[in-house]
Every structure is written in C-alpha cells, then in structure tokens.
C-alpha cells in the first residue's frame, strides 16, 4: 500500500515537472515588469535603472550561446530572477562613480546598509549585486572554521560565475576572459559544477529552501554518481581548499586558527592522562561557578555594584569607561552567560560517556588546523588545487564511460573543452599547466573514442585511433557550436595543418606533430568536412 503511494506522487511529481519544463518553452518570461515592481520600492536615480536594465539586456543577449558553450546552466529565467530578487532584497541605493583615468574598475558593498558603490559598468554592476545577497551560512557543519572557510570559497566563486554571461559572450563569440576576480575561487567552483550540476549548486548559494541542507544533498550527488569513497575523498579536499584560502585570504583568520591549534594540541596532551584531565577540569568547574556566584551577588548588591562600577573604571581612560551602572550590569549579566556556557562544555566534558567523543571532536579539529602551521601557503595550495582537478577529471572520465548516447557524449566533449579553457591565472588555461597536461589528453582521447564508438564523429582515418591526432584540437576550440565546426586538412612548405571553420568563417590553425600518410585518409586533402557526423 505505502509502495503504491510513494510511486504515485514520484508519478506526479515527474508530469509536474514535465508540464513545467513545456511551459518554458511556449511562456517567455517579461523581466522588465519584475524589475519596474522593484524600481517602484526603491529610489534609484535614473541611471541606475538604465544601467541595471542594460545589464539583463545584455545578459539575456549572451545567455542562448552561454547555454550552447557551458550545457550545465541554470534557465535563463532563474538566472535573471536572481538578479532580480537580489536587487529587491538586498539593495536600497546603489551610487555610480566615475573611474579616475588609469583607475581599474571596481565597487564596493555595505551590507548593513544595503548600499552598493561602483563603476557605471554592467559587469561592475552583477559583481556587486551578487556580492551584497550573499548568504553566511549556506554551511552547517562543525567546527566553525570549516564552516566559515568553506562558505566563503563557495560564494566567491558563485560571484565570479553569476558575471560570466556578459564577461565571456558578447552575442556573437565566446572568449573565456583572462580578466576575473578569484581565479581559484571561480575555478573550485566551476569544479562543483562539473561534479553535480548547476541547478543544485545554485540553489545551495542562494538558499532557496532554508529547511534543506544543501551540502547532504550535494554529498548525496556525489554519492550517487561516484561512489562513497570518491564523495569523501572530494569533500576532503574542498574543506582542505577551503581553509588554505581562507588564510591566504584572511590574516585574522589564520591567526585564530594558529592560536586554536595550539590550545587543542595542549588539550589532547592532557588528555592523554584522563584522570588528571578530569581534575582539572572539575578545578576549572568550581573556578566558574564562584564567579557566576560572585555576579549574582554583585547584581544584586547596590554596595557591591558600587564597588565593581568604580574598580572596573579606575584605570581606564575616559573614552573607556563605563558610564553607568545600568552598563555594568548588561555586561555583567553577559559575562554571566558565557561563564555559563564554559560551565555546560565541563559538565559534557566530565560526563564519562562524552570523554571519549570530545577526544575525537579534537582529534578531528587538530587533523584541520595543523594547515596553520604550513610554511609555503601559496605552494600548498596549488599543490591541493591540482589534487582538486585530477578528481574532477577522473569523474569526467567515469561519465565518458557510462555514456549511452550522442546526445550524452557530445554533452561531455563540451564539457572537457569547458573545462580546458577555464583561466587558472593570469596568463595560463587549466588546458596550460604541465601537470595537469598527460591527465587531459587521456580523457580527450578517451572522449573521442567513446564518440567514435556511439558514432558522433565522421571518420578521417582508415584506422581509427588516428582519428585522435587530428580530433583532439577541437577542445581548443572557442567557437560556440560544436556542431557546426568544419575542418580541412592543408598542406603547407611540406608540413601539414588542419583548418578549422566556424559555418564558412576560418578560425584556428594548428600544425600536427605526426605523419599522415595520404592512402590511410578517408578525407582529401584540401576538401572542407564536419567534425560532427550529423
């Protein structure tokens, strides 16, 4: 009966789904009405509601070749409504500056006051939109530092990627610009991307249901897809990230951390000796609760009040100075609370039955912060970010090899070629770093084989595995429809070249590095073909 049930709201909710993606396709969403209903809440001067329409024009314009390129997107609906709500809920006045010249454009966000200050620029503009509705606590696990770290490396990528739309596309090309803010941030995630899928990872950074843990879903995913020990494995490796750039990022925060790290490494020597540690801990008990029990005297002592108001304000300058006694008391009754707070850890910590769990929590805590005590930072953590993408390609490789159809195999070759051009710095592509290199070219060719296999790809070889030489420049590529990619094999002062073609218009060269020899071509010399055998 409960079966019966379950399989027929799985049915429903599969014909709710179905009957929502055919109403994209015949309902085109009217933003301009949304964004007046905003404008009328708010009072932006003119040029703001100008540039911020000609930021969703813009980015409306990009979006169909954005889908071609990346395939793994949010709706053009979703992405704009975002936006959108983001203005609604986040912005209360937004200022417009002008660049000095030579000045490098940028902005700034006040999120108390919900005000936003930058360049009169539709890029500058989204990056400080989806800068200023960021959510803190897009995270639920403990300890805190991961929590903070991990949070933070999540939303800055988001950031980045929110803009990519109109940085990449201009409604006619796709060029992955070298020019972002946060190349490691935007490329981690880009990598969540790549091992989920967007719509999940976007609704996790704008916290679409606050009752849904989004990180359980994501490691569900993952999961899924690849197993525990791969989910694990990755989760590892992005707490790890996390915290490197966290500290890389922060000097406060790195200096907590350091100064944590020594207090748990002092607790768990002592806990080596359980007994003792108990004593002590009992001692640190009475200590605390003889100054609750002094508060609660003092609270109610106007005499003793007297006293402490005067103790505690005669070595202090004026501007320090506690200025009544009404003062006093909230922060005493403060006091009183985390007095409390510490005398409840104790409690847990004398309890037999938690000992042995508190080590662990310690033991777990000291596994994390002993990155505080990393020398070269800037050299661990590219070391972990290569770490980082060898595992996303393993996973790329694991979904060429669980390709069914053309359709999947052609998804993945977009997918590899997006991923060989995401910008890793200021000067080199993921596809660039020699480590990385031997990785790639082992799943492009097992791409191009598995799409032989599903008959994606025209022959240019008797021999198939030829095929690969001449193939695997596509993922090179900038050229927004894969489909519609031709090439022609030339011959140049005895060397040879393949040509590739946007439609008719001539694109990129490469030469290639291995002998072609005439009678094991199904090809011509000189005659144009398509990659794709449509």
């Known amino acids: ?13 599969t014909l709710t789904k179905r009957k929502e993606k055919l109403l994209e396709k015949f309902v085109k969403k009217d933003y301009n009405n949304d964004l007046e209903e ?29 889908e071609i390129v990346k395939k793994n997107v949010i709706s053009i609906d979703k992405y704009i409504q975002n936006i959108i709500n983001a203005v609604n809920i986040s912005c209360d006045e937004i200022e417009l500056i002008r660049p000095e010249p030579g000045q490098k454009e940028t902005y700034s966000i006040d999120k108390e006051n919900k005000k936003i200050v930058c360049f009169p620029s539709p890029k500058q503009l989204l990056y400080a939109i989806n800068s200023i509705q960021k959510f803190e606590d897009i995270i639920r696990i403990e300890p805190n530092f991961i929590n903070v770290a991990l949070t933070n490396t999540i939303n800055l990528g988001s950031i980045v990627n929110a803009v990519e739309p109109i940085r990449d596309f201009n409604g006619f090309s796709w060029f992955p610009a070298f020019d972002i803010e946060n190349y490691y941030y935007n490329l981690i995630y880009q990598d969540l991307i790549i091992l989920s899928n967007n719509k999940l990872i976007d609704e996790w950074v704008n916290k679409n249901d606050e009752m849904v843990d989004y990180l359980d ?84 002592d106007k005499e003793k009040l007297s006293k402490e ?17 009404n003062v006093l008391k909230k922060i005493m009754a403060k006091e009183r609370e985390e007095y409390l707070l510490e005398l409840r850890k104790c409690n847990d910590k004398i309890k037999s039955k938690n000992f042995i769990k508190y080590k662990k929590e310690n033991e777990y805590k000291a596994q994390y912060l002993k990155l505080a005590g990393i020398k070269d930072l800037e050299k661990e953590i590219f070391e972990t970010i ?70 994606d790809f025209k022959d240019i070889f008797k021999d198939k595995s030829k095929n690969i030489n001449i193939l695997k420049y596509m993922f090179k590529l900038k050229i927004i429809r894969l489909e519609d990619v031709g090439f022609k094999l030339i011959k140049e002062n005895d060397e040879i070249f393949v040509q590739f073609y946007d439609d008719n218009v001539l694109d990129e060269k490469f030469k290639i590095d291995t002998e072609i020899v005439p009678r094991e071509l199904k090809i011509r010399f000189n005659k144009r073909v398509k990659v794709f055998d449509l």
């Open 217 to 300: 879903l994501f490691n569900e995913d993952l999961e899924k897809k690849y197993g525990k020990k791969y989910q694990k494995e990755i989760l590892e490796l992005l707490k790890t990230i996390s915290i490197l750039l966290e500290m890389n990022r922060d000097k406060k925060y790195k200096t907590e951390l350091t100064k944590e790290k020594k207090e748990i490494k002092k607790e768990l020597e002592e806990m080596e000796d359980k007994s003792k540690y108990l004593e002590e801990i009992s001692k640190l008990k009475k200590r605390i609760e003889k100054n609750v029990k002094t508060i609660d005297i003092t609270l109610n």
């Open 38 to 66: 905003v404008f009328a809440k708010k009072n932006f001067p003119e040029e703001v509601k100008n540039l911020l329409q000609d930021s969703l024009y813009k980015t409306e314009n990009a979006y169909k070749d954005y």
């Open 309 to 325: 108001y005067e103790k505690r304000n005669k070595d202090f300058p004026l501007e320090q100075k506690i200025f009544s006694k």
């Open 386 to 455: 290569m770490f980082l993408q060898k595992r996303v390609l393993q996973a790329i490789k694991y979904k060429i090899k669980n390709a069914k159809s053309r359709e999947e195999i052609t998804k993945i070759i977009y997918e590899i070629r997006y991923f060989n051009l995401i910008p890793f710095d200021g000067k080199n592509r993921i596809c660039d770093l020699s480590k990385l290199k031997r990785m790639i070219s082992t799943t492009q060719n097992i791409a191009i084989e598995k799409a032989y296999e599903l008959k």
């Open 1 to 13: 009966m409960i079966k019966s049930i379950i399989a027929q709201l799985e049915r429903r909710r």
